[in-house]
């Protein structure tokens, strides 16, 4: 299992998403968000997308970093989930988010293949 994202600071254009992904969740987050929330079975889903709509977008991402992070036991807290959305406009910390989901998704809710890297991506 990953102990941290793997497509960290600076790697919004990182597969499985790459630069589609970016494009999304920066003309569209409560879209992206909705997305991801369903990509790692979160029942909230609609709360991250009309949380995002009605301005609560920096919440709404943090919250998602961490059923992120829990789904793919990264061993990152909410503090930190806080600091990297303060700082998301430079290090593309919602990015790095979705994509992770779509892993999740991508891996069959299985986690990482051995090793915790992405082989051939």
Known sequence: MPEKFTNGPFGCCGEPGGAGTCFITACCPCFAYYTAAEDIG??????????TLLGFGPCMVCLLADK?????????????????????CVTCFSCAVVNEAK??????????????KMEGR
Do not use: W
């Open 42 to 51: 979160d029942s909230n889903s609609a709360l991250y997308c009309v949380g």
């Open 68 to 88: 992120v992070a829990q789904a793919r036991n990264i061993e990152q807290d909410m503090p930190m989930h806080a600091l990297c959305t303060c700082c998301d």
């Open 103 to 116: 892993l999740f998704k991508l891996e069959g809710a299985g986690g990482a293949p051995e090793g915790g």
